[in-house]
């Protein structure tokens, strides 16, 4: 008889120290529900991969759900699959840590569940040959990948229910291509539309059903709770799988005993499909979009994603520059980190936890508590190796061929960018393990696109429920205000000259005519001692009637708490109603509760001929003061970028836009200080 094995995976994993009360709804309403329910239907085999630190958090404070796994593992129906312990993206990391972050999981799902996991769960799916090696290493024999790998590689999609082997100089893996039709009706549409595909796809060779994905759609994603458990899909279709005689439920590893490989593959560094639309620049991704449309009268939907791509993971990384600086932050603590305790490790680890350093339909980068935890960990790994030096240290952190200026105190760690017109784009303060700096750019994206010319047909789902792919995103027009695209990257110290157009809402929707060439250029360090650099660019005010060649030099110092400064913009000639403006962005864990020169930050401001303010967070229990030299006209707005989430869009608050408008000519000096 024709059989289909149905390999059912759920992967789950939330950001390393997410919120508690959004793991906790997670326990309540996807993990713990859906292990009580299978406990039920013993002969309902099924595979999972959790997070090492998940685990963790699930044996401390849900000892029920834990209680469930470990009885589940000893019966044999669950099986329990590796990777790396606090979630990286495997290609990302160093190979020496790649194998330690694998190894840890191994050895705790050795400890907890009594097996010793022979397969991994590839994060996010990101494939690439290099990483091939080290996985043998750790005793890792079949790896779970989309089947949109195989796809991309030239294989046809209706030949890839099993599993195929590839190698890297001679190491050898197995690979499962996940079934992304089952992806989408799992549990999306009803149970007996699933089970009549997976007996569609039978062979007398045993075929295999293979899913594997995000253990949150049972339960956490829109909809789904509802649908899965208080409708009782998940019970219905369990029964349905066991009442089949078509459809054997079985784990990988018995998958494995029972058939052999369908051929020899060799995969691009790829991952999923919507991945590559996501890594794509915005206006690439929508040019992707139209050019799959315009193939469609021509080509099945199969043929043209087999030959229209998108980009890979680590685009991302030149996407967003505050993800390319995280991650370039992690590789060097990475570097230096052979020779350090435990604790180090461990932070060293937590950093290369992947949520923060991409966006998609997930918040990722542009969720600031994901960066305030990023940061943490850097700062951890930091104070490890911290000798009590005040010094600067010159290197290019970034990877991008341009240097950065990392200050060391005794209570601060400051990075200044040279290529991003020398700012100060990390400001750690050491105490207390947060970065001032960690603000975001209001970057262009392509689903800015759907509010602009919202869509005319919303999906409809009458048997079943939407995916996070085609959820109705609502009320549209609210979100056209905060469409706003920067010119440059929202650090500090950011030059501007600027006419008489600049305006508390022109700065705040950086709509001002920018004169100067200035704030997006870079700078040449000109003089740099042990604790005190000078930054330069000979740049130019261009007016209607001339380009006037102008040097601006920068000249910081870094002591204890306080970054001294002295900025001067020389001219041949001295333009007529242009000033120059700094601009400060500074990031609190929230912005609603701090206070600028004492009263609570409700609403744009700005302040006339002040030479110092002064902002109190109450999350760091800090002030933060700046002092000056001459009058200044201060503004103060509100820093808030739009988000694509698994509900729709969100509102994102990543601090607030400091800029500093100077009325007198510039020799510009004073200091910043946090007590």
Known sequence: MKKTALLLGLHCHQPVDNFHEVLEEAIAKSYLPFFEVASAYPEFIFSVHYSGWLLEYIKEYSPKLFGLM???????QVEFLTGGFYEPILASIPSKDRRAQIDKLSAFIREHFGQKPKGLWLTERVWDGAIAKDLVKCGIEYVVVDDYHFISSGFDKENLNGYFLTEEEGKVLKLFPINKTLRYKIPFSPENDACAYLESIAEENLSAGVIFD???KFGIWPQTYEWVYEKEWLKRFIEAVLESEQIEAMTYETYLQKAKPISLAYLPTTSYYEMGEWSLRPKDALMLEKVKKSLEASFDADTIEKFVKGSIWKNFLVKYYESNHIHKRMLSLSADADKKNAEYMENLYKAQCNDVLWHGVFGGIYLPNLRDNAYRFIIGCENALYDGKECIEVSDINCDGYEEIRCLSDELIAVFDTKTGGQLCELDIRDKAFNFANTLTRYEEAYHDKIKNPPQNENNHADGISTIHDISTGDLEKYKPYLITDKHFKNCFVDHIVGEDFTLESFKKATFHEYGDFSNRPFTIV??????FSLQREGAIFTQESEIPATLTKKFQVQKNEITFTIKLETEQQPEKLYYVIEHNLHFANSKEILIEGEKF???IMLLAKESLEIYDP?????IIFKLNQPVDVYICSLDTLSQSEAGF??????V????RVKKSVTYKGFISIK
């Open 657 to 660: 836009m400091i800029g500093v």
């Open 650 to 655: 969100e509102l994102v608050n990543q601090g």
């Open 619 to 623: 999350y760091t229990q800090k002030t």
């Open 602 to 604: 409700e609403q744009d």
């Open 70 to 76: 470990q009885e589940l593992a000893l019966r044999g």
């Open 527 to 532: 003089k740099q001692k042990k604790k005190r």
């Open 214 to 216: 995000d253990g949150e």
